[in-house]
């Protein structure tokens, strides 16, 4: 298959090199062109805008950091858009604005997908993504072979904006159990107990997670490298909290998460991994 792949940073690049992994030509592009460089290395080929790149290819993803970023891309494609063209964006964007993005697609005569992702970058390297898609069936399965690149749970949600809505969903889990996970370790280490060892009582009972598993472990190992920057985790969880504002849900645990990730880069801990809320949470108990 012919692909576009639109925005070459912490994700984005991985994921493309899957695609070249998997056998498919893949047309590159990336406001910093050192970006591209290790994707042109990798047999890419480079391209000096947006509608540069989607010129003469059947799908194009867009993998950039919000929806103004989305949309000001996704006009490039319009531009340069042929016949059967279906955009997919992998980004994390509110529901509406995904709705909206698509709108202004079909009308130029382009198929959407808001197709988020989870599983950071361990999963974007690894091919192991969990992708989460809305949009028709038809660009589905379009583009199925680019996901399976990339992903290894796709799961076709549902319409326009479904998987924007079941990403935000994701990080109201995931958020909130980084919160758990950090507030477990850090009531143990107040009482004298050993953080490892409550890990592994916890990891064989109903409290056992991924996130106390994998994310425990890099707790305890004092490894707060990106991952998962918290400004990113910041920005999602104001998109649940705009989007509940909206529909007028009442969502009090998403709400005292976000704010604690607010605190976090308001701390000055915004590009260290999420899970660095352990050392917040230390901060405030005196435990530092």
Not at 67 to 73: G, M, N, Q, T
Not at 75 to 96: C, F, K, Q, W, Y
Not at 117 to 135: D, K, N, R
Not at 271 to 287: T, V
Request: proline share 3%.
């Amino acid at each position: 298959m012919k692909i576009a792949f639109i925005g070459l940073g912490i994700m984005g690049r991985p994921m493309a090199l899957n695609l070249l992994k998997g056998g498919h030509q893949v047309t590159v592009w990336a406001r910093r062109a050192e970006s591209m460089q290790p994707l042109l290395d990798a047999g890419a080929t480079g391209a000096a805008s947006p509608a540069e790149a989607v010129k003469g290819n059947e799908l194009v993803i867009s993998m950039v950091a919000d929806a103004p970023d989305v949309a000001e891309v996704m006009r490039g494609v319009a531009a340069g858009a042929e016949p059967g063209l279906v955009a997919v964006d992998m980004s994390t964007i509110a529901p509406a604005a995904a709705r909206r993005i698509g709108e202004e697609l079909a009308a130029a005569g382009v198929d959407f997908l808001d197709a988020p992702v989870s599983g950071g970058e361990v999963g974007a390297i690894a091919g192991s993504l969990s992708i989460m898609v809305g949009g028709s069936a038809a660009a589905f399965a379009k583009a199925q072979p680019a996901f399976a690149c990339m992903g290894k749970n796709i799961v076709h949600v549902g319409g326009a904006g479904a998987g924007q809505v079941t990403k935000a969903a994701n990080q109201i889990v995931t958020g909130m159990g980084v919160v758990a996970v950090a507030e477990a370790f850090a009531f143990a280490s107040k009482n004298g107990v050993d953080r490892s060892k409550v890990r592994e009582a916890l990891l064989g009972g109903f409290a056992y997670s991924k996130i106390l598993e994998n994310h425990g472990q890099r707790m305890l190992d004092r490894n707060f490298q990106p991952g998962f920057k918290s400004w990113m985790h910041e920005k999602d969880l104001n998109i649940v909290m705009q989007t509940a504002h909206e529909l007028g849900l009442c969502l009090p645990g998403s709400a005292a998460t976000a704010q604690l990730f607010s605190a976090m880069v308001g701390s000055g801990m915004g590009e260290e991994d999420s899970i660095a809320l352990l050392k917040l949470l230390e901060k405030l108990s005196g435990q530092e």
